[in-house]
């Protein structure tokens, strides 16, 4: 368990182990010509990640709370499932960013897509306030994590029933809610379930997909759900008419960055309402490479010799070369090479520069990025 500004944070890394084989004593492997292989990182271990958690929200916590007026206990509080599922490439290029908005669009995987550059541009470009308004600091819709979104369907399971907790919503008032974590890590405090409807373990969700039931409301009318602390839409989510239970299927754009709650509903007549969510749109999830060393057909080199070894390695299907080379033992190098990984052809030349022959064996590293 890991502590960020008192809420607790329950964080598990997963380790990879690459076994690679040996040929005899001594043996050395040789790459030649590296088909820019993607940088390797390491998991982050639950101690680096509590430390990098920390490291985030005493960087960003006085920013958030003076910028987008959102208390840094209850900012920390809303990031504790991305801090403990971000991934952890992201989450370390995150601390390294100069922006709070860029920062924030690394931590969710789209880091690409906003530059500090970018972000410090708006800002620039910002009209100076009015005399006696408070300079607004930076603009608080930069970029955008909302595009090539993934989704991702869930059981259905219930976040608000004002029937249970709340009362039904009066007529043309509004209302807040959670739709991602509710107040406790579960939804029972809107009348919803008592667990996180498996949305614990989530991070970076740009919308969600709930099924909004009106229940019983006094009058016609309708209700409009909409992202918290934003100006109500000309529109309606459900139409319902005095007494009826009519409901209807609601993407919900969620704020960026996290806030207090996540949506509002509006209603035009007194009524009840009931909420599920059955899904939610998020960005791709940054995957590590899946890559295979596979070998190809030895050959002997004969002592003291300058020989041509042919490059033999192929790759399975749906893999792509990231780089070539072969395995023999030290007294062995490497002359020049004229390989195509690409086609997995090729001759490579090496010295056996020991007393006695020697085995080469080419090898390549295939390599694919793999589905979400």
């Known amino acids: 368990m890991k502590c960020v500004f008192g809420v607790s944070v329950l964080i598990v890394a997963g380790a990879a182990v690459f076994a690679q084989p040996v040929m005899a004593q001594q043996t050395k492997e040789t790459s030649a010509k590296p088909m820019a292989a993607a940088a390797v990182v390491g998991p982050l271990t639950p101690t680096e990640r509590g430390a990098l958690a920390r490291a985030y929200v005493l960087k960003w916590g006085g920013y958030v709370q003076q910028v987008y007026r959102v208390p840094v206990r209850t900012w920390a509080q809303r990031m504790v499932p991305t801090f403990a599922h971000a991934d952890a490439d992201n989450f370390r290029n995150a601390l390294k960013r100069t922006t709070y908005e860029g920062a924030s669009a690394m931590l969710s995987g789209a880091g690409a897509k906003l530059s500090d550059e970018q972000v410090i541009d708006s800002m620039a470009r910002e009209p100076l306030a009015p005399a006696g308004v408070p300079q607004r600091i930076v603009a608080k819709a930069l970029g955008s994590a909302a595009s090539d979104l993934v989704y991702t369907p869930v ?3 219930r976040i608000l029933d004002t029937r249970v907790a709340g009362g039904a919503l009066a007529g043309n008032f509004t209302r807040d809610f959670n739709a991602v974590v509710g107040a406790g890590g579960n939804f029972s405090s809107q009348g919803g379930s008592a667990t996180n ?3 614990g373990g989530l991070a970076g969700q740009a919308a969600v997909v709930i099924n909004l039931t009106a229940v019983t409301p006094t009058g016609a009318g309708f209700a409009t759900v909409y992202p918290f602390g934003e100006t109500r839409p000309l529109a309606s989510s459900v139409n319902y008419t005095a007494g009826a239970i009519v409901n209807n299927t609601v993407v919900a754009k ?3 960055p996290l806030t207090t709650k996540d949506f509002t509903i509006y ?3 007194t009524s009840d309402f009931v909420a599920d969510i059955v ?3 998020a960005p791709p999830v940054a995957t590590a490479q899946e890559c295979v060393k596979n070998d190809g057909t030895g050959r002997s080199v004969a002592a003291n010799t300058y020989d041509p070894v042919p490059f033999s390695a192929t790759c399975p299907v749906g893999y792509s070369v990231s780089s070539v080379g072969f395995t023999t033992v030290a007294k062995v ?3 020049d090479s ?4 690409a086609a997995n052809t090729g001759i490579m030349y090496v010295y056996n520069l020991d007393a006695i ?3 080469v064996v080419p090898w390549a590293l295939c390599c694919r990025v793999p589905g979400r």
């Open 155 to 157: 059981t259905p399971c």
């Open 197 to 199: 409807c498996g949305l």
């Open 254 to 256: 969620l704020p960026s």
């Open 267 to 269: 209603t035009f007549a």
């Open 279 to 281: 899904g939610y749109y």
């Open 333 to 335: 190098v490497m002359a």
């Open 338 to 341: 004229s390989i195509t990984p």
């Open 357 to 359: 022959p020697h085995d």
